[in-house]
């Protein structure tokens, strides 16, 4: 039983369209987005990032197929806990625009409910977001994983620049956006990435804080279970003095970053 099971109230299974394959759902605090956030992990994803912590939720296939109406249940059970927190829902994955019908749906039934909505994405499918989609959503967060495309393409198996077009798209919409930089030593430290990619963001009047997140190799065990090597099991976790000087290089470009 997972944490949203935990706390919120048993519902009633019920399936309409459109349906989706999801991989679980939770209760986060702190790095989903404002607030308290019910968290809709969905399956499938095109990239494959070498520091990944869930592999299973790369093949749609593997996850469970889920009408709105219950992913809207277990929301509404949980409404009271979102709402005193100022917190919301955060469609996540797995990489949520490879079922842009289904998480559509969803934001908007959301926003009906008053709920802050979040979309956590690479920004790979960001040409799957229609004008409704975005409309729907009050918040991305959007996964940059390196500013040096070569880099990119040998971290993640594909390409930067629909990541970048899709930023610059959410710029024109004046939609808020939380910039994702994962650091992973060795791979997206270096100097002059990092001072390409602050840069850029900086010159989105969009983005209103960059997380950079510690490489960790929690996810590790997945791997094993999935008879799958783990790609950067001899690669370090960054040390502090790491974390702090590329948060400085984002600083140094007036943005906020944590």
Known sequence: MNAAERTCCPVRAASTRPTGRVHSWDLSTGVDGPGTRFVLFTSGCPLRCLYCQNPDTWHMRDGRPVGVDEVMARIESCRPFLAASG??????????????????????????????????????????????????????????????????????????????????????????????????????????????????????????????????????????????????RDTPTPDAALVRRVREQFRGHGLRAD
């Open 87 to 232: 917190g919301g829902v955060t469609i996540s994955g797995g990489e949520p625009l490879l079922q842009p019908v289904f998480t559509g749906e969803v934001l908007r039934r959301c926003k009906k409910l008053g709920l802050h909505t979040a979309l956590d994405t690479s920004g790979r499918l960001g040409a799957r977001a229609d004008d409704a989609l975005l409309d729907a959503t009050d918040l991305v967060l959007l996964d940059i994983k390196s500013f040096d495309s070569r880099a990119y393409r040998r971290l993640t198996g594909g390409a930067l620049a629909p990541t970048l077009r899709f930023a610059h798209r959410l710029d024109a919409l004046g939609k808020p956006v939380w910039v994702r930089y994962v650091l992973v030593p060795g791979w997206t430290d270096g100097e002059a990435d990092v001072e390409g990619l602050a840069a850029f963001v900086a010159g989105l009047d969009c983005v209103e804080r960059v997380d950079v997140l510690p490489f960790h190799k929690l996810g590790a065990d997945k791997y094993e279970a999935l008879g799958l090597p783990f790609p950067l």
